[in-house]
């Protein structure tokens, strides 16, 4: 090597270990190695999500790497290279614990796959409860409803900043429309990115799109489906209907579960964004969408011994060749929170890749891929290929402004 450019050389790795010994250093080389997400409400579906990052992170480079998963790479990143950098929860018994073991702790209660979790140096804080505890809950025992906590919630938008997260993932229990829009403002406060797991319209609502928008930040929503639940399920029976020629005249869906969510939902007043956007989902997969009461679609009662193992029942009734008459009838017994976290790490990593691309507002495509009430609506073989061209444009605009690539 030329003695100048050899010392140019040393020189600049000398600067750049000089800087990544720095705190913003380190903060920065943490954001470009892992997709740095906070969660609001630390319940089952947050629980699967960060035991499945600790299982593909285990599992990684075995021929169990890509088993459960709709994307095992997508845009670079892989599941465990999610990073939980901070965490928010109003129950007594999660607030102030470190984040794993606040997962397991009541009243969750989803299956455990991954009993052993990295230790991620979080501790649960106190969020802002609003609308977010049905007043109907205190009635069930302890270890199957919200205990609120009686600390003073912390400052959010501060906690998001301080962290380094890139992204706020809400949990928030269903007809919780006032946390979750605070919430979705926290987010918008600190900068981050936001996906919103809940049917509380905030991505869809042209008001909040507008807001992520003006800010320069995706956002993914609303309602995340199921990697193989009620709803996809559902859908893809629609629209083979109407793919074959059979005209669908009625068609219901009940779901039960154990869960909070279905305690929570116990109380009908909270149900009817919820309503809305599973039978949206499915009138859409529909030529002609159906007459009101012909399509019945929603949570039916709280079975506590079903625990979070959802069982639905599917009929449809419809007329085939020659107007001769046929029906179905399904029933679809899942586990439903790792069955949301399957879809949860693709939105995560599609508004990752659309934070680093420059996008801003809501990704209609990563939206329809993974939400039941997205802006807008696709078939979703449609959508599925629409996200894969969205990650391929994304990473190619990476790669174009000079950022670090985000190819692994």
Not at 15 to 34: D, I, P
Not at 43 to 54: D, H, M, P, R, T
Not at 128 to 144: C, L, N, R, T, W
Not at 268 to 294: F, G, N, W, Y
Request: glycine residues 6%; contains cysteine; positive net charge.
């Amino acid at each position: 090597m030329i003695p100048c450019l050899r010392l140019a050389s040393a020189w600049a790795i000398r600067l750049a270990h000089r800087f990544y010994r720095t705190s913003a250093g380190a903060a920065l080389f943490k954001v470009m190695s892992t997709i740095r997400i906070a969660i609001a409400g630390v319940g089952n579906c947050a629980s699967s999500l960060v035991q499945g990052i600790s299982h593909y992170r285990a599992v990684r480079g075995s021929d169990q790497q890509d088993i459960g998963l709709m994307h095992p790479v997508l845009g670079g990143w892989r599941v465990d290279d999610i990073e939980v950098v901070a965490a928010f929860d109003i129950d007594a018994r999660k607030v102030g614990r470190p984040l794993e073991e606040a997962l397991f702790a009541l009243p969750n209660n989803t299956k455990v796959f991954c009993a052993k979790l990295d230790r991620s140096g979080v501790t649960v804080q106190m969020g802002e409860i609003h609308d977010g505890v049905a007043s109907h809950m205190a009635d069930y025992p302890p270890h199957q409803r919200f205990e609120p906590a009686s600390a003073k919630p912390v400052n959010v938008v501060q906690v998001l900043r301080e962290s380094g997260a890139e992204i706020l993932v809400s949990y928030m229990p269903v007809g919780s429309q006032l946390a979750t829009e605070w919430y979705a403002q926290a987010a918008l406060d600190a900068g981050v990115a936001f996906v919103n797991c809940v049917p509380c319209f905030v991505v869809s609502d042209p008001k909040w799109a507008a807001k992520f928008k003006a800010k320069g930040l995706p956002c993914v929503g609303d309602d995340i489906k199921a990697q193989v639940g009620a709803t996809i399920t559902h859908r893809t029976l629609a629209r083979l209907f109407d793919d074959r020629g059979a005209k669908i005249s009625s068609t219901y869906q009940l779901n039960t579960g154990g869960n909070t969510d279905f305690l929570n939902m116990l109380n009908r007043e909270r149900l009817s964004s919820k309503k809305i956007s599973k039978t949206e989902a499915v009138q859409s997969q529909l030529d002609v969408p159906l007459p009101a009461d012909q399509i019945h679609i929603g949570p039916s009662d709280f079975v506590p011994f079903l625990k979070d193992n959802k069982v639905c029942f599917i009929r449809v009734e419809a007329q085939g060749f020659g107007g001769v008459p046929l029906n179905m009838e399904l029933r679809l017994s899942v586990e439903d929170s790792p069955n949301s976290a399957a879809v949860v790490v693709d939105a995560i990593r599609a508004c990752k890749l659309a934070k680093d691309a420059g996008y801003a507002g809501p990704l209609e495509v990563a939206s329809a891929w993974c939400m039941k009430h997205p802006p807008k609506q696709m078939p979703d073989r449609d959508a599925k290929l629409a996200l894969e061209e969205f990650v391929s444009e994304a990473q190619a605009k990476i790669r174009a402004s000079g950022k670090v690539s985000t190819t692994r």
